[in-house]
Nanobody, 121 residues
Framework: QVQLVESGGGLVQPGGSLRLSCVASGTFFSIDAMGWYRQAPEKQRELLATVTSGGPTNYADSVKGRFTISRDNAKNTVYLQMNSLKPEDTAVYYC???????????????WGQGAQVTVSS
């Protein structure tokens, strides 16, 4: 069984920074893509950033230049560094991993439990 545990959310003032972490545990062969979504009240879930196993990243226009996704394969961890935060960034942030349980398997997507980020003065 694979579990993803997020940490690092909280309350921050506009213009501030936070870093979210998402650690995968369990027994598996590898992790392909990793990424972050967010869900704000009464809004659609938004894909923010992805990072492949080889390292290339992609970002939503809404966070490009402010957020940085990175991964530490040795720690099975994906990070989201969030700078220049705005009130409209307030949401629950979810990480995901596309995990390959065995080297011959297709990957399956696993989700973190969600981390509340509130940007307010």
């Amino acid at each position: 069984q694979v579990q993803l545990v997020e940490s690092g959310g909280g309350l921050v003032q506009p213009g501030g920074s936070l870093r979210l972490s998402c650690v995968a545990s369990g027994t598996f062969f590898s992790i392909d893509a990793m990424g972050w979504y967010r869900q704000a009240p009464e809004k659609q879930r938004e894909l923010l950033a992805t990072v492949t196993s080889g390292g290339p990243t992609n970002y939503a226009d809404s966070v490009k230049g402010r957020f940085t996704i990175s991964r530490d394969n040795a720690k099975n961890t994906v990070y989201l560094q969030m700078n220049s935060l705005k009130p409209e960034d307030t949401a629950v942030y979810y990480c995901y991993d596309d995990v390959r349980l065995r080297n011959w398997n297709m990957n399956n997507r696993y989700w973190g439990q969600g981390a509340q980020v509130t940007v307010s003065s």
